[in-house]
């Protein structure tokens, strides 16, 4: 079975840096073409897609967020990233980890990580 | 962007009733449809995908239907634990979008 697990700061000051970490345990997250997803949700409010890569590099970002989102894959430590810039109180959301397959099918999530924007 | 619209945004229902979520996108999405269920303080957890296959573990009483650009998620027989949001997210092409969500609370 596999398990995705969040980490990273839980308060970001504004205009700076957001970087997160997903670990992908019970399985190699370089076997399958899947994508490794980031997704989030502000309180009260809808998911939002914000992008994915793969072991083999192959990124695709939100446009509206993709000018500040970078990500990246692991392989040898089993766990892909996120790194978000320029943060504004509106990219105070939970934070969550998927795994993604063809036809943009979110099987397996971690259980979310609350960021707070705030000074 | 593909926008999706789900309806009712909210429904109260009881234990053993029959109900129905329907999902609209703007555009045809052929049969990439998807759809969630969100507990507070959980993750999303995969129902059904590409319109009406059930995820693997979930309880055959979830059913999904449609194609290009109107769906719907049937629970045949509602159980205590199925009280939870219901979110739809096209597949077709990205920026992948969700809807907004159907909240099921009980009655």
């Known amino acids: 079975q596999l398990h995705l697990q969040e980490s990273g700061p839980g308060l970001v000051k504004p205009s700076q840096t957001l970087s997160l970490t997903c670990t992908v345990s019970g399985g190699s997250i370089s076997s399958g073409n899947f994508f490794w997803t980031w997704i989030r949700q502000p309180a009260g409010k809808g998911l939002e897609w914000i992008g994915h890569d793969s072991a083999t590099g192959n990124n695709n970002y939100n446009p509206s967020l993709k000018s500040r989102v970078t990500t990246s894959v692991d392989a040898s430590k089993n766990l892909f990233s996120l790194s978000l810039s320029s943060l504004t109180a509106a990219d105070t959301a939970v934070y969550y980890c998927?795994?993604?397959?063809?036809?943009?099918?979110?099987?397996?999530w971690g259980q979310g990580i609350l960021v707070t924007v705030s000074s | 962007d593909i926008q999706m619209s789900q309806s009712p945004s909210s429904l109260s229902a009881s234990v053993g009733d029959r109900v129905t979520i329907t999902c609209r996108a703007s555009?045809?999405?052929?049969?990439?449809l998807n759809w969630y269920q969100k507990k507070p303080g959980k993750a999303p957890q995969l129902l059904i995908y590409?319109?009406?296959s059930l995820q693997g573990g979930v309880p055959s009483r979830f059913s999904g239907s449609g194609s290009g650009t109107d769906f719907t998620l049937t629970i045949s027989s509602l159980q205590p634990e199925d009280f939870a949001t219901y979110y739809c997210q096209q597949g077709h092409s990205s920026p992948y979008t969700f809807g907004l969500g159907t909240k099921l609370e009980i009655k």
């Open positions: 555009q045809s999405i052929n049969n990439y």
């Open positions: 998927a795994r993604g397959e063809h036809g943009g099918v979110f099987d397996y």
């Open positions: 590409a319109a009406f």
